[in-house]
């Protein structure tokens, strides 16, 4: 949600972005040379000289701007997961103040009974329940906290992922448009843009299928159907 404002404010990521700028800038310039001197002596070791100088000065606008290039496109996916991140929080746009207390695991909780589980047992009914089958309830309720810490960790797990492997891309961005111009890095930068919208679009699918999943939990006839059949059955 924040991840623009702390990749701006993360000055290594400049720093280091630059660098590679720089060297993929040397690295055009030696193409041009090589260019110019296939060029003077008509022959065609580098391959067709018409098509190989455009495509060198594509990849030096492009390489130039590629911080801005590859930044749009991780906010673009961002934008997307800001927005269903915000239906699962009630409409609500998170901010860094309200990032810690409005959650999605405490919506799963909730609706799960989790933060009460064992506090029910001081009502009547739930507590003559729990003593006919403790044993029972005991073991599903530890089986029921062990399956969602393990979902709500593989999320964290991925998201945090996916945050690190983007700053990296964002590093080497020069290199997905310097194999625009070289064919020894073609291979190279078809990983790079590959790796880049995999990663991007990864945070909106995985909030999208959470935002179903909540939806889904969270509507009143989900838990609470007495046996009967749902209401929308009569229109058909």
């Given amino acids: 949600v924040t991840m623009g404002d702390y990749v701006n404010k993360l000055a290594a990521v400049g720093v280091t972005w630059r660098i590679m700028r720089d060297i993929g800038n040397i690295v055009l310039i030696f193409g041009f040379l090589a260019i110019g001197i296939a060029t003077i002596l008509n022959t065609g070791w580098y391959g067709d000289r018409n098509k190989a100088l455009p495509m060198l000065l594509v990849a030096a606008v492009f390489l130039n701007f590629s911080l801005f290039i590859s930044e749009a496109v991780i906010d673009t996916g961002n934008l997307f997961a800001t927005q269903f991140y915000t239906q699962i929080n009630g409409g609500k746009l998170p901010t860094s103040a309200t990032l810690g207390s409005q959650g999605v695991s405490d919506k799963i909780m909730n609706q799960l009974g989790l933060t009460t589980i064992y506090g ?11 003593k006919e089958n403790p044993m029972f309830i005991g073991f599903m309720s530890i089986i029921l906290f062990i399956i969602l810490a393990f ?30 111009a070289i064919p020894q890095l073609k291979g190279t930068a078809d990983k790079w843009w590959s790796a880049l919208f995999e990663q991007t679009i990864t945070a909106p699918v995985l909030l999208l299928l959470l935002y179903i999943a909540l939806a889904i939990i969270t509507d009143a006839s989900f838990l609470t159907s007495g046996g009967k059949p749902p209401e929308w059955l009569g229109l058909f």
């Fill in 120 to 130: 029910q047992v001081k009502d009547n009914g739930a507590a003559a329940l729990y």
């Fill in 151 to 180: 979902v709500l960790f593989s999320l964290a797990f991925i998201l945090i992922a996916r945050f690190v492997i983007l700053l990296f891309l964002i590093i080497i961005a020069p290199i997905g448009f310097a194999g625009l």
